[in-house]
C-alpha cells in the first residue's frame, strides 16, 4: 500500500465553479498533512497545512481531515484558470519526512 | 530574495562525472530537506539535515549520493558517478525551528545527465 495516494485523473472544471480533490494515507500515526500546488516545471508551493479534524479555510480555499477514515480532502472555490496546475497531498511521516502522493491534475476552463 | 536558494537551476553532466547541487535555507531557518522528483514520479524524500548534522538519510541511496549541511555555507547534495537514471528534479526545502514542519521548497535544480 502506498503511503499517500491520490487517485483521481485530471480534473476539469469551469471556471467559478468547486474543485474537490481528494488523498488517503497509510500510516494512522502520521499528524500533519499538507496541500501544495505546483505549476508546470516549477517548485511545490505551499497552500494550507492542516493537523486537527476538521476543516481549515484559508482565502477559496478548505482543507479537511478526517484521521478515523485516513483522509485529506482540498477544496477550490471560485476556480480561476489561474488555479490551473497539479496539487500534491503531502504527510509527516514523522522526523518532518513528506510523503507526497503523486499529485492531481486541476485544469480550469474558461 | 528571503526565499530558499538553489544553484544551479540546470544541471548538465555525462555519465561517471560528478554532480554537486547547493541549498541556502529560507532566512532564519536551520533544518534542509532534499527530495527527488524523477519524470512522471512524486516526491521522494531523499535526506533531513540540520547544521553539522544529518538527522534522516532513511531516503537516500546507499552508493554514491552524499549530503552535508556544514557550519559554514550552503547544504550540498553530491552525486558521484553519475548514470542516465539520476536526472531528475532536485528540490530543497526548508523549514524553521519555531516550525519545523512547515517546509518551503526552493526552486529546483534539474540535472540531465546525459
Partial sequence: ?110 | NAGVMQNPRHLVRRRGQEARLRCSPMKGHSHVYWYRQLPEEGLKFMVYLQKENIIDESGMPKERFSAEFPKEGPSILRIQQVVRGDSAAYFCASSSQMDSETQYFGPGTRLLVL
Fill in chain 1, 1 to 110: 500500500q502506498k503511503e499517500v495516494e491520490q487517485n483521481s485523473g485530471p480534473l476539469s472544471v469551469p471556471e467559478g465553479a468547486i474543485a474537490s480533490l481528494n488523498c488517503t494515507y497509510s500510516d494512522r500515526g502520521s499528524q500533519s498533512f499538507f496541500w501544495y500546488r505546483q505549476y508546470s516545471g516549477k517548485s511545490p508551493e505551499l497552500i494550507m497545512s492542516i493537523y486537527s479534524n476538521g476543516d481549515k479555510e484559508d482565502g477559496r480555499f478548505t482543507a479537511q481531515l478526517n484521521k478515523a477514515s485516513q483522509y485529506v480532502s482540498l477544496l477550490i472555490r471560485d476556480s480561476q484558470p489561474s488555479d490551473s496546475a497539479t496539487y500534491l497531498c503531502a504527510v509527516n511521516n514523522g522526523n518532518n519526512r513528506l510523503a507526497f502522493g503523486k499529485g492531481n491534475q486541476v485544469v480550469v476552463i474558461p
